[in-house]
């Protein structure tokens, strides 16, 4: 049987998350590709794990890729790990698993945690719908362009943020998405101090400010979507225009009109342009 490439996740913090599956499949490859060996020689410790490690991170995979697919075609088995969580979910790994499937080589995932999963399950936001943003810019010029773009999704969102940056990032998102978005903040999950509540932008910004220890540790945002914008039947858009017209200005019956019916206040100040001559 030819060589696999296992993409194992490991636990976001508490150690009892690793799966039985995960131990054995550790303990059986050839060679562990880990993202910083330091943090992964400690897992192996726990469990008894006694496979050699590899490092394997942004810095080095483009050069170490060579040398791991050649093992594989070796028919060595080996193993793909991250720090915490899932391998390539805003972790090194991506260039290593294009590489093997271009090769011609089996890639199987051994499912386990995952931060941004973990995080939309317990937040209390649609989860029918959702995309995964990763990290935003760290320069708040970058950030806001990036948040703008994200303003009128209506999915939830998924955003990774370090501790150093999540104050100025939750008040950029409260500016480009308004104070009343909710908003789930889950920080340090499946650890001694985790912390994961739902609120609004605006009441995470005060949440934060008032307690310095939320900007600490591995912090994941759930962002809800926009509103969906709703579907009005044109005939009836049209006569409740055409009535606001009779006593208000066009300015005026396009805002009214769009706060009751949920339409885009551009489309209900346009068809209220075309229909003002009328009046």
């Known amino acids: 049987m030819s060589a696999q490439l296992f993409v194992v996740a490991t636990p976001i913090g508490h150690l009892d998350d690793m799966t039985f599956r995960s131990i054995e499949i550790l303990k ?22 006694s496979t050699p490690l590899t490092a394997c991170h942004d810095h080095n995979e483009s ?3 060579d040398i791991l697919i050649e093992k594989l075609k070796n028919g060595e088995n080996l193993a793909l790990v991250s720090d915490a969580g899932t391998p390539l979910i805003s972790d090194p790994g991506f260039k290593l698993v294009r590489a093997a499937q271009e090769n011609g080589i089996k890639v199987v995932p051994i499912p386990g945690a995952c931060a941004a999963i ?3 399950s317990a937040v209390g936001l649609p989860s029918d719908r959702f995309s995964f943003e990763g990290f935003l810019s760290s320069k708040q ?21 370090a501790p150093h940056r999540i104050l100025e990032c939750v008040k950029d998102m409260a500016n480009v998405f ?7 903040f889950a920080r340090e999950i499946t650890k001694t101090f985790e912390t994961i509540r739902k609120m609004t932008l605006q009441e995470l910004v005060a949440f934060i400010e008032n307690d310095h220890n ?8 759930v962002i809800g979507g926009a509103p969906e914008e709703k579907n009005l039947d044109q005939e009836k858009l049209d006569e409740l ?16 009109a769009a706060d009751l019916t949920g339409i885009k206040k551009k489309v209900a ?4 342009l075309e229909l003002s001559d009328k009046v």
Request: proline share 1%; hydrophobic share 40%; glycine share 4%.
């Open 28 to 49: 059986s490859v050839s060679l562990i590709a880990a993202e910083d060996t330091r943090q992964s020689a400690q897992l192996l410790k726990h469990y008894n794990i």
């Open 63 to 65: 050069n170490k890729i």
């Open 118 to 120: 973990a995080a939309l």
């Open 141 to 161: 010029s970058q950030r806001l362009i990036q948040l703008e773009k994200l303003k009128n999704e209506t999915q939830t969102m998924i955003i990774y943020e």
């Open 178 to 184: 308004g104070n009343d978005r909710p908003v789930g």
């Open 214 to 221: 939320q900007q600490k540790g591995e912090i994941v945002l």
């Open 241 to 256: 225009l055409t009535r606001l017209l009779q006593d208000l200005s066009v300015k005026a019956a396009s805002q009214l």
């Open 269 to 272: 100040y346009q068809r209220a």
